[in-house]
């Protein structure tokens, strides 16, 4: 079973920046995309960033301009730079990445979620 790893959540001051990164615990074929989800308490789980296999990026209105998402095709593996964090980015990080089944469906993989504190 493919199990995603998360790495680098914290607690940062407002204006501070924070890397999330993503690793699939073992190859991972026909992603058609990769992307981070975020949910805060008491709010649906959102999308955050998201990228194709093909590199198209989109990004929550919330966020542009201050996030990045970047992906490796070769390691699986899809990362989130984020500056100039605000309290409202304060929310539970969960990575995603989306693939084709052979039976012509669509399967997510899910991580287990990392914690992104924004307080002063």
Known sequence: ?????ESGGGLVQPGGSLRLSCAASRSIFNIYAMGWYRQAPGKQRELVAGISSGGTTNYADSVKGRFTISRDNAKNTVSLQMNSLKPEDTAVY????????????????????TQVTVSS
Do not use: K, M
């Not at 079973?1 to 790893?5: N, R």
């Not at 969960?94 to 979620?113: A, E, F």
């Open 94 to 113: 969960y990575c995603n990445i989306g693939t084709r089944t052979q039976y012509g469906g669509l399967y997510d993989y899910w991580g287990q979620g």
């Open 1 to 5: 079973q493919v199990q995603l790893v």
